[in-house]
């Protein structure tokens, strides 16, 4: 293996969304391959054909190249180990397991499922582990099954399956590159089921073959497949293969330390992204959970660029990783603090014009559409959304007519004379040849001082007039942003509806 090219792989099942834990999974296989300048690949273990699900191939694919991991092989993209739909592979599997069959490491199994059933309870009842009780192991393989029933039942067309026999009194031990050495006796180990009667093979027997064929350096997943590295061995010995480095990544945990569930939030990658998450934030995220960079390191914020350049398999630890959506939260915001403009711009343009197609606009569409524009609200606005999307729906009166005022803000700052006040105080915002904030605060304090009055009792009504709200961004600026002619025109039909209320 030395010297050899590092090829990891993400085996995923077509059965619906991509789950954060498998996210979590593609994203340190395809860092561990790029820091070393290896192969990521993406393999389909379609051999469960009763959980497949129509499209889901696709959308795994789609969701990880939008998280920014791009295979460099895979059903999509092709290479030169296909095919990598393991559905695709069924004359491989079939010629590897005859291998086994002659070389006497599998035997043919004609149990019923009823009979498994009751042989699993029986043993239960006897406080056992539930193993499969070798029926069916031929006597010149050491079991009591004479090898003329075993054809006779051949012979009548009885449906069966093939199962590797485990040998007995060995024990099966590996070094794990996260845990350390692992060793387990063969005695726990269940005589697996290899190629099942429908004539796929069983993931484990697939994912062996291909794991060998596809020369996959090393293997990554999580915890979960731990307990399968024993049988997985013995294959590889079977067949006299060099088994990959494997990697067993720890759980993923809710708050409560309770394995991540779906009743305790979203484990949908596709949710994340519907909520308005970025990519950078999600691979950010998912990347920091079961790795850290080690003592010292304080820095929490990471490009994928720096991930490849930092991460390691060493310094992936073996507790579970909490999943914490306020650190989520937190790492979104951080990005949308330093994020690029143009950069937010690509993205809230598209929202914005799907907007504009629904509602009244605050202002001339070539303005709102100005790039110019855009800018001072992203500049204005960027500490205090969570999400890029709320650039338009949280603070949409850049953009459009606030609907409403907003009640209690309303109740709680306005008296009689305040629709008086802000006639008053009209033709002072006329007079204002720059439109800047400071010019803005300097007349209002200006105008309120002489009166004897507070600048308060012009700020909040300005400020539920012009944006429907009464919280929000520095009113000047946002004043400023939103522009004389606006501004101007906003309290003037705003005192007219509010009038009303009052
Ligand atoms: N198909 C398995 C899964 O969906 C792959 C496990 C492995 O990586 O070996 O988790």
Redesign the pocket.
């Known amino acids: 293996m030395a010297g050899q090219k590092v090829r990891t792989r993400f085996?995923?099942?077509p059965t619906g969304y991509l789950h954060v834990g498998?996210l979590r999974?593609a994203l340190y296989n395809y860092l561990f391959a790029k820091k070393m300048k290896g192969d990521f690949i993406i393999r389909i273990?379609d051999t469960d054909q009763s959980r497949k699900v129509e499209g889901a191939q696709l959308n795994l694919i789609k969701t990880l190249e939008w998280a920014g991991i791009v295979p460099d092989e895979s059903p999509e993209h092709g290479g030169d180990y296909g095919p990598y739909v393991q559905s695709e592979r069924l004359h491989i599997y079939n010629q590897y397991c005859q291998q086994l069959l002659e070389d006497k490491n599998a035997y043919y199994c004609f149990s019923t499922p009823e009979e498994l059933e009751e042989n699993r309870q029986l043993q239960i009842k006897q406080g056992l582990q539930p193993k499969y009780n070798r029926k069916w192991l031929p006597e010149e393989m050491g079991g009591s099954m004479p090898s003329s029933e075993i054809r006779k039942k051949m012979e009548s067309g009885a449906p069966y399956v093939i199962r590797m026999k485990v040998p007995d009194y060995v024990s099966v031990w590996f070094e794990d590159i996260i845990r350390g050495p692992v060793e387990f006796d063969s005695s726990t180990i269940d005589d697996q089921v290899l190629m099942k009667s429908d004539g796929f093979p069983t993931?484990h027997f697939a994912?062996v073959i291909d794991d060998h064929l596809m020369e996959f350096t090393h293997?990554i997943?999580?915890e979960e497949?731990l307990s399968s590295m024993p049988k997985h061995l013995l294959l590889y010995e079977f067949f006299g293969w060099e088994p990959p480095k494997v990697a067993h990544l720890p759980l993923l945990l809710n708050p409560d330390r309770s394995k991540l569930s779906k009743r305790q939030g979203d484990v949908a990658v596709e949710d994340y992204i519907r909520k308005g998450y970025s990519s950078e934030t999600i691979v950010n995220f998912v990347a920091l959970l079961g790795w850290n960079e080690g003592e010292g390191s304080e820095k929490e914020v990471y490009s994928m660029e720096e991930l490849i350049e930092r991460f390691s398999l060493e310094r992936v630890g073996k507790a579970g990783a909490v999943f914490n959506v306020e650190k989520l939260n937190w790492l979104e915001k951080q990005y949308i603090k330093n994020r690029p403009a143009e950069k937010i711009m690509q993205v809230i343009k598209p929202i914005l014009l799907a907007e504009l197609e629904k509602r009244t606009t605050l202002q001339p569409l070539e303005v709102i559409k100005s790039e110019d524009y855009l800018r001072q609200v992203i500049e204005l606005m960027r500490e205090r959304v969570g999400f890029e999307h709320e650039f338009i729906t949280f603070s949409s009166y850049f953009f459009f007519e606030p609907e409403t005022f907003e009640e209690e803000g309303v109740k709680k700052r306005w008296n009689a004379d305040t629709n008086d006040l802000l006639r008053e105080f009209i033709p002072e915002l006329e007079s204002l040849g720059e439109f800047s904030a400071e010019n803005i605060e300097t007349k209002l304090k200006e105008f309120v001082a002489p009166k004897g009055l507070k600048a308060a009792v012009l700020i909040h009504p300005l400020r539920i007039l012009t944006s429907g709200l009464s919280f929000g961004p520095s009113l000047y600026h946002m004043l400023e942003v939103l522009g004389k002619e606006t501004v101007i025109r906003r309290i003037l039909s705003g005192i007219e509806k509010i009038a009303i209320s009052v």
Do not use: H, L
């Open positions: 085996a995923p099942s498998g999974t273990e993931y994912s293997i997943r999580g497949w």
